[in-house]
Nanobody, 116 residues
Framework: QVQIVESGGGLVQPGGSLRLSCTAS????????MGWGRQAPGKQRELVAT????????YFVPSVQGRFIISKVIGKNSVYLQMNNLKPDDTAVYYC?????????WGQGTQVTVLS
């Protein structure tokens, strides 16, 4: 059983910043990749950012490149998403995930709302 818990969402003005945190627990198996997805109202969920344990392989969806930073501590099942220069289009529920033995596990999400 895997438990993934996110925090850090909130309401922010355009140009503001938020930092999301996520911790995965409940399994002793290795976590190959962690990251974040988001789902805006009426839209499909999209992958936002991923990171390997070493941090040597990252991914960002083009719309957030240069604004978001993903990080984690090597050897720990925690991941962070620093979101800078937030835009109204960033408004969504942000979900943390962990790739455990080739299967993705998702948290319940944290709401990020960027005002216009």
């Amino acid at each position: 059983q895997v438990q993934i818990v996110e925090s850090g969402g909130g309401l922010v003005q355009p140009g503001g910043s938020l930092r999301l945190s996520c911790t995965a627990s409940g399994r002793r198996s290795s976590i190959y990749v962690m990251g974040w997805g988001r789902q805006a109202p009426g839209k499909q969920r999209e992958l936002v950012a991923t990171i390997t344990d070493s941090g040597s392989s990252n991914y960002f969806v083009p719309s957030v490149q240069g604004r978001f930073i993903i990080s984690k501590v090597i050897g720990k099942n925690s991941v962070y998403l620093q979101m800078n220069n937030l835009k109204p289009d960033d408004t969504a529920v942000y979900y943390c995930f962990a790739d455990i033995s080739g299967q993705n596990y998702w948290g319940q999400g944290t709401q990020v709302t960027v005002l216009s």
